[in-house]
Nanobody, 122 residues
Framework: QVQLVESGGGLVQPGGSLKLSCAASGFTFSSYAMSWVRQGPGKGLEWVSGITGIGIGTTDGDSVAGRFTISRDNAKNTLYLQMTSLKPEDTAVYYC???????????????WGEGTLVTVSS
């Protein structure tokens, strides 16, 4: 059974940094592309960043480009999101998602976790 467990969220001041982690199990982690998506208060799901199975090739959303960095450690079955220069508008529940191997962005997500809340406020 596919399981994705996000962690690392919390309260951070504007301009601060935070690193999220996603522990994956129940599938061959290295064979699948992964991503981070988020949902802010009163908003729909928004693409944050995606990464290929082997870790070569990433796709960042326009709102986070240059500030967030996605990475993965296949030996540890873990996905990461390093967030810097955080803004209040980054406040959201962040979800780790697995892809189906056929589609990309929100259309290709076939599994995701419960999410971890990131609150950016002074």
């Amino acid at each position: 059974q596919v399981q994705l467990v996000e962690s690392g969220g919390g309260l951070v001041q504007p301009g601060g940094s935070l690193k999220l982690s996603c522990a994956a199990s129940g599938f061959t982690f290295s064979s699948y592309a992964m991503s981070w998506v988020r949902q802010g208060p009163g908003k729909g799901l928004e693409w944050v960043s995606g990464i290929t199975g082997i870790g070569i090739g990433t796709t960042d959303g326009d709102s986070v480009a240059g500030r967030f960095t996605i990475s993965r450690d296949n030996a540890k079955n873990t996905l990461y999101l390093q967030m810097t220069s955080l803004k209040p508008e980054d406040t959201a529940v962040y979800y780790c998602a697995k892809f189906d191997g056929e589609h990309w962005y929100l259309r290709g997500m076939d599994s995701w976790g419960e999410g971890t809340l990131v609150t950016v406020s002074s």
